[in-house]
């Protein structure tokens, strides 16, 4: 995870339009109406969704169920994103429809990093009041 430089927060309305598409997003992977070949839809978690300012273009986060295969499937969704949002324009009404960005997900490895830091930390001070 990088350091994020003099970035302003989301406004409430980029917020807003992105927990919308965020949304609809997730029931249109679960009933797989984008229909994307070589890829299963129901197994496509939609984690976060980022407007621009301008609302014209959302990063997408995604992760396959079980994490396995995430860069594959971000792949696939990229080169069928047009069928991604077709899909989605059934869905929304909104003035302009964005430029879907499909980025994978890897804020759960990190928390798991994270959390296996934390521990072996523990240990490492459980150890350390067993000799003293």
Do not use: W
């Not at 994307?36 to 997408?60: F, G, Y």
Request: charged letters at 35%; aromatic letters at 6%; proline letters at 4%.
């Amino acid at each position: 995870m990088g350091a994020r430089i003099s970035q302003r927060p989301f406004s409430q309305r980029q917020l807003r339009v992105g927990e919308l598409v965020k949304q609809n997003l997730g029931e249109l992977f679960i009933r797989n109406e984008a229909k994307i070949p070589s890829i299963n839809c129901k197994l496509i978690t939609v984690t976060e969704v980022r407007m621009t300012p301008d609302l014209k273009t959302a990063r997408v986060y995604v992760i396959p169920l079980g994490g396995i295969g995430t860069k594959e499937a971000v792949k696939i969704l990229t080169e069928y994103s047009h069928l991604v949002r077709r899909a989605l324009s059934k869905r929304l009404d909104i003035k302009f429809l964005p430029k879907l960005t499909f980025i994978e997900d890897n804020s759960f490895e990190y928390a798991e990093k994270i959390e296996r830091i934390i521990k072996k930390n523990k240990d490492n001070d459980k150890q350390k009041k067993r000799y003293n």
